[in-house]
C-alpha cells in the first residue's frame, strides 16, 4: 500500500489499534492523545520505514513488543498508558532512535544497558511524572556518559540507588536533568559547573550528602541554591 502518514492525534478515538503490516511505506503512525484501549500489535514490528511511532496518552495495555527490525525509528513515544512488563533490549537495536518515552506507564525489571549504545538520542524519559508508575531497579551506570547527543534525561521517580555516575558530566549538550523522587546517595557532584547548557535541574528527596558549592551558572539561577535541591533551576537566558 502506498499509505505513507497516518496522524490521528487529540481526537476520542476508542478500540483497538489495527493491523498495518501491509502499509510497508507508512512512516509515520501518530495516535496520541485518544481513548485507545488495545496492545501495541506485534505487526509493526515489520515496518521497516516507520520513523515516527507515537500512543502516548491512551489506555493501551500489554507489553511493548519486539521492534528491532524497525531500523528507520526516530520517535517512540508510548508514555502515559497501562503497559506492563519490561523495557525490551532489543530498543538498543533501534540506532536512528532520537527519543525514547515511556514514562508514567507500569513496567518494571531493569533499565537495559543496551539503550545506552543510542548515540543518537537527544530525550530518555523512562521516569515517572509523580508517584507510582513505572518501577525499574537499578543504578545509573557510567555507560550513560556515551550519549553525548543527549539534551533531556528523565529518571525521576523510579526508586534508583547508587550515586550519580560522574560520567554525566560528559554529556555537555543536556538541559534538563530529572534525577528525583529516587534513592540516589553520596554527595552532588562538581562537574554541574562545566554543563553550560543545563538549565533544570531536579534532585529532590534522595538521600544526597555533603557540602554543595554553589557554581557560577547556579548563580544566574531565579532562585537560590538553596531551592534548587527541592524544586530544580531554570536559568537566565
Not at 532512535?97 to 537495559?112: C, R, Y
Not at 562538581?190 to 538521600?207: A, G, I, P, V
Request: proline share 4%; aromatic share 6%.
Amino acid at each position: 500500500e502506498k499509505l505513507e502518514s497516518i496522524n490521528l492525534r487529540s481526537n476520542r478515538l476508542t478500540g483497538m489499534i489495527p493491523d498495518l503490516s501491509r502499509s510497508t511505506m507508512l512512516y509515520e503512525f501518530t495516535v496520541n492523545q485518544n481513548e485507545l484501549t488495545s496492545t501495541i500489535p506485534s505487526s509493526f514490528s515489520v515496518l521497516s520505514n516507520l520513523e515516527i511511532f507515537s500512543l502516548y496518552d491512551n489506555k493501551l495495555t500489554g507489553t511493548i513488543p519486539n521492534l528491532k527490525s524497525m531500523t528507520a525509528l526516530k520517535e517512540l513515544r508510548v508514555h502515559q498508558n497501562s503497559l506492563t512488563g519490561t523495557l525490551p533490549t532489543e530498543v538498543g537495536l533501534l540506532v536512528a532512535l532520537t527519543d525514547l518515552n515511556v514514562q508514567a506507564n507500569l513496567m518494571t525489571g531493569d533499565i537495559p544497558t543496551e539503550i545506552y549504545s543510542l548515540t543518537n538520542l537527544l530525550s530518555l524519559n523512562i521516569g515517572n511524572e509523580f508517584g507510582g508508575g513505572n518501577k525499574f531497579r537499578g543504578s545509573i551506570p557510567t555507560l550513560v556518559g556515551h550519549l553525548t547527543t543527549l539534551e533531556n534525561l528523565m529518571l525521576n521517580n523510579i526508586k534508583l540507588f547508587g550515586s550519580i555516575p560522574s560520567n554525566i558530566g560528559l554529556l555537555a549538550n543536556l538541559n534538563v536533568l530529572w534525577l528525583q523522587n529516587n534513592m540516589l546517595t553520596g554527595s552532588i557532584p562538581d562537574f554541574f559547573d562545566e554543563m553550560r547548557q543545563l538549565d533544570d535541574l531536579h534532585l529532590y528527596n534522595n538521600s544526597l550528602t555533603g557540602s554543595f558549592a554553589c557554581p557560577e551558572w547556579i548563580r544566574k539561577c531565579l532562585i537560590s541554591c538553596d531551592d534548587l535541591l527541592y524544586d530544580g533551576c531554570r536559568t537566565l537566558q
